[in-house]
């Protein structure tokens, strides 16, 4: 059996009176894109620095493609690639300078001349880093994470900044990582970007995981008619006639979801019919009826709440 990626048992980080990271545990596959999710302040960043072995934890243990990340550090570079929110390239070094110096410090590189083509850098290559738009310094450090053909890569915020043809073919070179058979570790903010990479999601929040799982297990695979109506309506007697495992809910008052398991048929012509003979019953209407799923957007909302973050 293949060993983890990543193993993080109990981990714990504390700054001050602030707690970044309270007994938070996980595991990221081998081959896999793993997606660590959170509002701000939840503890991402912590974590993967613990990770990357450039913060040392308080309590825990954490392990690397089987090696601890600050003891045994040396052994494991060269096996790994990091992307980190901040660039970490020096202002002065030009684009294709610096991704041709990353490649010297690998045994088998990529050709820079191949990312520098397919990330859309080649009018940049003799542009200082600080003369770059945020979107091409996100390219060039995810160039220069990838350069030397790690079994991991860690990250952090991959997309943010970039327009919608960066941001796909960036997705694009994440998913010919995991073909090749490389373990991704990525943190982001957006939902799409999860859903449509990541074979496991981990949601933290105040230091410790909330939830992880396939979007799949943590979405739960239901679907939901959604409308409304007048307020107050009697939804016990409307359960009554639905299906088995079926949920009705008025939240808030006047906007009706009955939840239905996908894998019991969903939403189908029978429920519908079913929840507007209900309402037809009742005199009312039901105006803007429509049948959704719940995203994985639904579940971090539900489990991290909505209001703003600092």
Request: with cysteine.
């Amino acid at each position: 059996m293949t060993s983890p990626a990543v193993t993080a048992r109990g981990l714990v980080k504390r700054y001050g009176a602030v707690t970044a990271a309270d007994g938070l545990s996980f595991t990221a596959a081998a081959g896999q894109v793993t997606a660590l999710l959170g509002p701000n302040g939840a503890g991402k960043t912590t974590t993967t620095e613990i990770c990357e072995g450039f913060r040392r934890q308080d309590a825990g243990t954490v392990e690397v493609l089987g090696l601890d990340p600050i003891r045994q550090a040396r052994a494991l570079r060269p096996r790994v690639g990091v992307m980190p929110q901040g660039g970490g390239v020096p202002t002065a070094a030009r684009a294709g300078e610096w991704l041709r110096l990353m490649a010297r410090f690998h045994a088998h590189p990529v050709d820079p001349a191949l990312l520098i083509e397919r990330l859309g850098l080649g009018a940049v290559v003799r542009v200082p880093y600080k003369r770059l738009s945020g979107g091409q310094q996100q390219r060039l450090s995810l160039a220069a994470a990838v350069i030397g053909r790690p079994e991991l890569v860690f990250l952090d915020e991959p997309t943010a900044g970039l327009d919608p043809q960066a941001r796909h073919a960036t997705w694009e070179l994440i998913e010919e990582l995991r073909e090749a058979g490389a373990s991704v570790l990525l943190t982001t903010h957006y939902m799409e970007e999860a859903e449509r990479l990541a074979d496991q999601v981990v949601i933290i929040d105040h230091g410790r995981v909330v939830a992880q799982g396939t979007t799949s297990d943590l979405t739960g695979a239901r679907d939901e008619l959604r409308f409304r109506a007048r307020g107050g309506l009697d939804l016990d007697e409307l359960l009554t006639a639905l299906p088995v495992g079926c949920v009705a809910k008025e939240q808030p008052t006047g906007h009706y979801v009955i939840e239905a398991a996908a894998a019991e048929g969903g939403v189908g012509p029978e429920l519908l019919a079913t929840v507007t003979a209900w309402c037809a019953s009742n005199g009312v209407l039901a105006e803007d009826l429509r049948v959704e799923r719940r995203t994985l957007e639904d579940i971090f909302l539900e489990l991290t709440g909505r209001g703003l973050r600092g």
